[in-house]
């Protein structure tokens, strides 16, 4: 199993004393965390996109550009790009850039996005989100598989046998597709025999097991090559020392944000009853020891299967040391357990069978 990390690069203050990062060493901060995330062998991190006050990353692929000439061996990935809202050409583009930088490290996670900001910024109508999508992955996929294209759809000009370039360093770019439990999302991705991430970050993660059953079974019938199946699972999470530490110290960065986003879209605040009850053995939060982390990570590989596992760590703003030493954390002690275990359990199976 891969274990990475996602960030969105939020900008929040920090709700011990108030104080709210420049951009600048707020992106600082992030680099070195990547650098770190890299330097303990974790597999992957990723950026997501956001066009709002506090999400400091519009543009993935170019912190992601700037990660990769610091980066030996972590794949570097957005988490999302808002492929409805931009241009294919330039999303292939960008990060066949980053590719080469990073000599073949780079990876696109494209989905429709949480958040509706770059649909007005970028001249789009809401009543297209489902539309835009479609056809704009359509297009990446053909500008991943050839060097010159002649394409035609209804939200953009046409392309007549154009090459695009640059080309990415290796054949072609991964393309994960991201989803948030719509069945039609996972239907898409299983057919189209592409990687899938599934975000929990709610509720009870034994819920989504219909969602990924669904997408094992579309993804076999439409006969894709089983070696190439990949499943990740996106949680919200944090580790330090102990459980309570952790917990208190993730609590109110993580209830700033979630309350933030509950009066946007009419949900309750979040209350630490609420948070408690995320952070119990079957609940969606991984929030608490290593070994409480260790133990839920492989929960959930037993009820998906997933190939890759990746903690956002700072849905809100925390000290940067504290950043460091989760990251350490996951990376000394949380991976190197999942993998040991991931692997006597596939090698066991491997022998029933």
């Known amino acids: 199993m891969e274990i990475g990390i996602t960030t969105f690069v939020e900008n929040t203050p920090d709700p011990t004393n108030g104080n709210l990062l420049s951009p600048q060493e707020r992106l600082s901060n992030l680099l070195e965390e990547i650098e770190l995330a890299d330097q303990l062998g974790l597999d992957v991190f ?36 808002v492929l409805s809202s931009d241009d294919p050409v330039r999303v292939f583009q ?67 046998n154009r090459g695009v370039y640059p080309r990415p360093y290796g054949p072609e770019l991964p393309i994960w597709i991201a989803v948030g439990g719509t069945p039609a999302s996972v239907v898409r991705a299983a057919s ?34 089983p070696a190439k199946f990949q499943l990740a699972i996106n949680s919200h999470g944090y580790i330090s020392e102990d459980s309570q530490k952790a917990a208190d110290e993730f609590y109110g960065p993580y209830a700033q944000v979630m309350s933030k986003l509950g009066r946007e879209r009419g949900w309750s605040p979040m209350s630490r009853e609420h948070y408690e009850m995320m952070r119990q053995p079957q609940g969606s939060l991984l929030v608490g020891s290593p070994q409480q982390v260790i133990d839920k990570i492989l929960y959930e590989y037993e009820l998906f299967g997933n190939t890759r596992f990746l903690l956002q760590f700072s849905v809100g703003t925390l000290p940067h040391k504290k950043m460091l030493h989760a990251i350490e954390l996951l990376g000394t002690v949380v991976a190197p357990a999942v993998k040991k275990a991931v692997a006597k359990q596939q090698s066991s199976d491997g022998k029933q069978q």
């Not at 061996?73 to 999302?80: G, H, R």
């Not at 949480?114 to 990446?140: A, M, Q, V």
């Not at 592409?194 to 006969?223: C, H, Q, S, W």
């Open 94 to 160: 960008d990060f066949a850039h980053v590719d080469l930088l990073s000599k073949g490290r780079a990876e696109i996670m494209a989905g429709r996005g949480s958040f509706i900001e770059s649909f007005p910024l970028f001249g789009y109508d809401l009543k297209d989100y489902d539309t835009l999508f479609t056809e704009k992955l359509e297009l990446l996929l053909e500008l991943n598989k050839h060097e010159h294209v002649t394409w035609e759809g209804k939200h953009r000009l046409s392309i007549k």
């Open 192 to 225: 189209l025999g592409l990687p899938m991430a599934l975000a929990i970050i709610g509720g009870m993660p034994d819920r989504f097991v219909p969602f990924t059953d669904l997408y094992k079974e579309t993804y076999k019938k439409a006969g894709h090559d």
């Open 46 to 81: 990723g950026i997501g996109e956001h066009h709002r006050s506090d999400y400091l990353v519009s543009s993935p692929a170019v912190v992601l550009a700037a990660a990769a000439v610091r980066t030996k061996n972590i794949k570097l990935s957005s988490a999302v790009t």
